[in-house]
């Protein structure tokens, strides 16, 4: 999110590429709400790794 609010200041296509990230940023947290619905463990390829050692 922080990534996107920097390309917002850039005047036409930052904007753009503002809400494209916010739009996949949606559809990403959509996907993960319905895993952990269903029980499901999923672990994200960059920050998976990093959020499960701050677990443990």
Same mark, same amino acid.
């Given at each position: 999110m922080?990534i996107s609010?920097i390309?917002v /200041? &850039?005047?036409? $296509?930052? !904007? !753009? &590429?503002?809400?494209f990230?916010?739009? +996949?940023s /949606? $559809?990403?947290?959509?996907i /993960?709400m319905v895993?952990?619905y269903?029980?499901e463990?999923y @672990? +994200?390829? $960059? !920050?998976?790794e990093?959020a499960? @050692?701050?677990v443990?």
């Amino acid at each position: 999110m922080i990534i996107s609010w920097i390309f917002v /200041l &850039i005047p036409f $296509i930052g !904007v !753009v &590429i503002y809400w494209f990230c916010s739009l +996949l940023s /949606l $559809i990403l947290w959509i996907i /993960l709400m319905v895993k952990a619905y269903q029980g499901e463990m999923y @672990e +994200l390829p $960059i !920050v998976g790794e990093f959020a499960k @050692e701050k677990v443990q």
